[in-house]
């Protein structure tokens, strides 16, 4: 069993930074990958980064490249998520999955079975 806890959200005017931390606890193995979504009131749930643990290797939503950075912390297996240039559109809910990540599966639309509670993240105009 893998726990998640998201911390780092909060309220941030338009043009600023805010950082993520996703804390995991529990097993977690080399074949996992690690994602970030976020859901904003009346949206569906939608995919903004992920990172698969093996290699690092890194995956953006279109409307975030650029802006955020996803990371890792290999000795606490902590995820990050540094947000900059923020938007109003970037207010929403933000989650973070974890599960194991087959060869070849698109980390985007996987259904990850390990959820954290969300942070809120509020951009103001």
């Known amino acids: 069993q893998v726990q998640l806890v998201e911390s780092g959200g909060g309220l941030v005017q338009a043009g600023g930074s805010l950082r993520l931390s996703c804390a995991t606890s529990g097993r977690t193995f080399s074949t996992y990958a690690m994602g970030w979504f976020r859901q904003a009131p009346g949206k569906e749930r939608e995919f903004v980064a992920g990172?698969?643990?093996?290699?690092?290797?890194?995956y953006y939503a279109d409307s975030v490249k650029g802006r955020y950075t996803i990371s890792r912390d290999n000795a606490k297996i902590t995820v990050y998520l540094q947000m900059n240039s923020l938007k109003p559109e970037d207010t929403a809910v933000y989650y973070c999955?974890?599960?194991?990540?087959?060869?070849?599966?698109?980390?985007?639309?996987?259904?990850?079975?390990?959820w954290g509670q969300g942070t809120q993240v509020t951009v103001s105009s």
């Open positions: 990172i698969r643990l093996r290699d690092s290797i890194t």
């Open positions: 999955a974890a599960d194991h990540i087959p060869p070849g599966a698109n980390m985007a639309t996987y259904e990850y079975n390990y």
